[in-house]
C-alpha cells in the first residue's frame, strides 16, 4: 500500500512538471500607476493556489487549536496510576 501511495504522488509531482514545463511563459502583471512585473506563469498559478487555500487552512488550524484547548480546561488529564515500590530488589540475586 505504501508503494502505492509513493506511486501516486511522484506520478502526480512529475505530471504537474510536465505541464510546468511546457507552460513556462512570462506573464505581465500591471501593479499600480504604470508599474508593471514580469513573472512566469507556474509561480503566478503556485501563488494563486497558496492565496486562496492558506487563509482557509490557518483558520481552521486556529479553529481547531482554541477548541482543544476548551477541552482541555474542561476536562483536564486524569492522574497517571502510582506505581508501588518493589518489595525485593531488582538485579541478580546473590
Do not use: C, H, Y
Not at 511522484?10 to 513573472?39: C, E, K, M, P, Y
Amino acid at each position: 500500500m505504501q508503494f502505492l501511495r509513493t506511486l501516486f504522488w511522484v506520478v502526480l509531482a512529475v505530471f504537474l512538471a510536465i505541464i510546468a514545463r511546457n507552460n513556462w511563459t512570462d506573464v505581465t502583471i500591471n501593479l499600480w500607476g504604470s508599474l508593471q512585473a514580469d513573472i512566469k506563469l507556474p509561480l503566478l498559478v503556485g501563488i494563486a493556489v497558496l492565496a486562496g487555500f492558506l487563509p482557509p487552512f490557518l483558520w481552521l488550524r486556529a479553529r481547531l487549536w482554541s477548541l482543544q484547548r476548551r477541552l482541555s480546561v474542561a476536562n483536564p488529564p486524569a492522574p497517571a496510576p502510582a506505581v508501588p515500590a518493589p518489595s525485593e530488589p531488582i538485579g541478580p540475586a546473590q
